[in-house]
């Protein structure tokens, strides 16, 4: 007889080992098998505790089941006899709180902290590592973004250091998804990118689900469309036959958000429904939340407002299974009101729009930084601009102005009011780390050394302190008839709403106050982008110019009676320059002053500041870094786009631009000029008893990561700055100025939103400075210097600031230079104050 062998069949134990192993690279689907038979032999071998671990560990492989019904069985899994073994409860817990992560979140949280307490019990200190992480996750389901950052960012740091790449993976997913939800597309591309190539290098690793739908709603809103859409559709085929319904849900969601922002509703409207009945199969209640939320938008645009409103009945109602989750429930009431109101419900609508900024107000205070703060006022901002629009229709005038200004200017009017109660900012270790780095990267040119670098300041970056101020009480919002009393005689305000389908601007003098429709945001900004566009070139567009002030100030009936205009801005308004709009008789800064500030609010706190500031013992302060000659063959441009070093040109006609405008000022005066003007002798002065501060520098604007903009001062030998005189650090300053001026590029230039603009001017506005003279783009060293001396010499008559800046303005364009030379210039603060 032939001869055979026969291999030895596993035992339940190794099959348990090798599927624990492959669930812990998240390969659930891999390992369900080897879970089921290893099941079967331990009910055979008498270990009903270990049948139970691996019968519970088959669930998260199959989305198809409801997620409530698992986490029954799991909760009763909990109670059985069996379930009371260590090891056996704790894989119970920790599975339940997998998919509590994705239906409850609040108890999700609850859950993941017993994991952690029983793991730390027990010594597995990778999965109490994690549990952590999955708190943080859902910390930021529930608003507290405080919370999430902390634990996330920790968990992803112990992932590297315990070497757990899925970890990694899972947290630098979730970090970059959570980056993605407000509006921080660029910056979450860096954990996103990290956790896919993970994936990439690591076969072991399953498939970085979550990192991928976070990608393609980033790529999404840095309006990359294409690259989306081919990466959804990628996914979408790689989950097919597959029982991960709950990615293929978050998938098909963001495939019709891009659909409808490119006008292709019906398809969005297919993705969508899918995405709501998949969620209803399988009892996902977040899933119907937001693919009902985003399908009653898509119906709306159709203009089919009954199956709008049972949409988002329908994901409202949903949102009531897991109260603790707020995250889409302002979004969704706002919606809801916007439907109802054109149904005619007016009183309906209201009610909507106030419990919806009720919650936002909620997440904001558990925002952990300004800079969150203002994205998750941007990520909102359609509940308020949607009641803003209700309101102005009903002439309910003093509401619409509060609900704005519950956004605009929010946090320099809180920084306002706050400011002087902070302590002055000790640096920390991470503070010391960040300059040590931004020197290397300013002293090399190298572009692999510079991505490394760059690298090692955003890891430090994500462990810097959060602003005290972002936990302050909020700001009360001006009222009308008090901000009426601020406004002289001359005076308008004027307020913008960039919306769909229509815009907005609320106009108001010291005794009137009247709302107007405008275009459309998509046709404002487009045409403001042009023209920004053409003048940065040097070219005089007056069609162009002509287009904007029909669009933007033509409509306002006030305009040609006042001659003292405040702008509050919207979206890409805040970079356009109103002076350089055209009527027919010319430039709007031949007959009209300009002011802009954050908001109505900020404006009367300053202006009230401002007749309460007693005089300021040093006048002056003037600093020049770049002073050394240079080559005069080009024009020297005050600009920078690293910082490099090699960057730094010489900005010769700066030395004569301070000393002259010291001439002009009282003294005693503190000039700051070459190789002494550095950012720690800066810092030493007593600022906060200067009248007058005046930076002739170099400016860099990061439009990706603002808080990094700067202002750049001479390099120091030794010392323990970097030069680098950043957003984050100006916000530290105490500050009791009548006037800053930025003479420098870019100083106003910031990532814009409905909530303002992250940039060098907000940052000394909330230092304490009453106005800011800044710039909209890059400029020629030789003319700056002659419009600031011009500019300096009005305000030593004692002339309103703003006065000053226009005289000095007119008198490049009586010279016929084209805006470019001098509508970068803008005052934003207090208008009317002297020196």
């Not at 990520?379 to 102005?401: I, K, P, W």
């Not at 005689?489 to 815009?503: D, F, H, M, Q, T």
Request: hydrophobic share 40%; net charge negative.
């Amino acid at each position: 007889m032939p001869h055979h062998s026969f291999a030895k069949p596993e035992s339940a134990a190794g099959l348990l080992d090798r599927a624990d192993s492959l669930s812990w690279e998240n390969r659930w689907a891999q390992a369900k098998p080897l879970y089921a038979e290893a099941a079967r032999l331990f009910h055979q071998q008498g270990q009903p505790d270990k049948a139970l671990y691996a019968e519970v560990s088959e669930i998260p492989a199959d989305e198809s089941v409801s997620g409530a019904r698992n986490i029954l069985r799991l909760t009763q899994a909990l109670g059985s006899p069996e379930g009371q073994a260590p090891a056996t409860r704790l894989r119970i817990l920790t599975i339940r709180g997998m998919i509590e992560t994705n239906y409850d979140a609040g108890q999700a949280l609850a859950t993941w902290r017993e994991v952690e307490r029983t793991s730390l019990k027990q010594g597995q200190i990778r999965l109490a590592s994690r549990a952590g992480g999955e708190q943080g996750i859902a910390a930021f389901i529930l608003g507290d973004t405080v919370t999430a950052k902390n634990k996330v960012i920790k968990a992803w740091g112990l992932s590297q250091v315990e070497h757990d790449p899925a970890a990694t993976v899972r947290y630098a997913s979730i970090y970059g998804a959570g980056l993605v939800q407000i509006h921080r597309y660029k910056e979450a591309l860096t954990p996103l990118d990290k956790a896919i190539s993970i994936t990439a290098g690591n076969s072991r690793i399953a498939y970085p689900t979550i990192a991928i739908y976070a990608k393609i709603d980033a790529l999404a809103g840095l309006h990359e469309y294409g690259k989306a859409l081919q990466l959804a559709d990628e996914s979408l085929k790689r989950l097919e036959g597959t029982p991960y319904d709950g990615h293929r849900t978050q998938v098909l969601i963001s495939r019709g958000s891009i659909e409808r922002q490119q006008g292709n509703t019906a398809a969005a409207v297919v993705d969508f429904q899918q995405a709501v009945s998949i969620s209803k199969r399988i009892e996902n209640s977040r899933g119907i939340v937001d693919a009902g939320g985003q399908l009653a938008l898509a119906y709306e645009k159709q203009q089919k407002l009954p199956e709008a409103l049972t949409a988002i009945d329908l994901a409202i109602s949903a949102n009531t299974t897991i109260p603790d989750e707020l995250y889409l429930v302002p979004r969704n009431f706002a919606i809801k009101a916007e439907i109802v109101n054109k149904m005619g419900q007016t009183r309906q609508a209201d009610d909507l729009y106030r419990k919806g900024i009720t919650l936002v107000n909620r997440m904001i205070q558990h925002a952990p930084t300004t800079g969150v703060q203002r994205l998750l006022l941007a990520e909102m901002s359609d509940v308020y601009s949607g009641y803003f629009a209700t309101l102005c229709s009903q002439h309910r005038y003093n509401e619409a102005l509060q609900i704005l200004d519950n956004v605009r200017g929010r946090v320099e009017a809180e920084a306002l009011q706050h400011h002087e109660t902070q302590p002055v900012h000790e640096a920390t270790e991470e503070d010391k780390k960040l300059t040590s780095l931004n020197l290397s990267l300013i002293n090399t040119d190298d572009p692999s050394t510079r991505d490394a670098i760059s690298s090692a300041i955003y890891n430090t970056e994500l462990f810097m302190t959060p602003s005290t101020l972002a936990m302050q009480s909020v700001t009360h919002p001006v009222g009308l008839a008090e901000l009426q009393k601020t406004l002289n005689p001359k005076a308008l305000l004027i307020e913008y709403v960039l919306a769909e389908p229509a815009s907005y601007v609320l106009a108001i003098t010291h005794d009137s106050v009247r709302h107007y429709q405008l275009p459309s945001k998509q046709q404002i900004e487009s045409d403001a982008t042009l023209y920004r566009k053409e003048i940065r070139s040097q070219k005089v567009d007056v069609a162009q110019a002509q287009k904007l002030f029909a669009e933007l100030l033509e409509p306002i009936q006030e305009y040609g009676a006042k001659t003292d205009l405040i702008i509050v801005p919207d979206g890409s308004l805040h970079l356009l320059p109103f002076s350089a709009l055209q009527d027919r008789k010319g430039y709007v800064l031949a007959t009209h002053t300009v002011d802009v500030d954050p908001s109505a609010t900020v404006y009367a706190l300053l202006h009230k500041r401002v007749d309460e500031t007693a005089g300021s013992a040093m006048p002056y302060v003037g600093v020049a870094a770049w002073t050394q000659p240079a080559d005069t063959r080009n024009p020297i441009l005050r600009a920078v786009t690293g910082p490099k070093r090699s960057e730094l040109v010489s900005l010769p006609d700066s030395k004569k631009e301070i000393e002259t405008i010291a001439q002009d000022l009282p003294r005693p005066s503190t000039l700051l000029e070459g190789a002494d003007a550095t950012e720690t002798r800066f810092k030493e002065l007593p600022l906060q008893n200067t009248q007058v501060i005046h930076l002739a520098l170099h400016g860099y604007a990061d439009l990706d990561y603002p808080e990094r903009s700067a202002l750049i001062f001479a390099p120091e030998a030794s010392g323990t700055d970097d030069g680098l005189l950043q957003v984050r650090e100006i916000r530290q300053m105490h500050l009791n100025s009548k006037l800053v001026t930025l003479s420098a590029c870019d100083t106003g230039v910031g990532p814009v939103g409905e909530t303002g603009i992250v940039n060098l001017v907000n940052a000394f506005i909330e230092a304490g400075a009453d106005s800011v003279v800044s710039t909209l783009w890059e400029l020629a060293d030789q003319p700056t210097s002659k419009l600031m001396t011009n500019f300096y010499a009005e305000l030593a008559t004692h002339s309103r600031k703003v006065d000053a800046l226009r005289t000095a303005q007119l008198e490049l364009l009586n010279e016929g230079l084209p805006p470019y030379f001098w509508a970068s210039f803008q005052l934003v603060g207090d208008a009317d104050g002297t020196l």
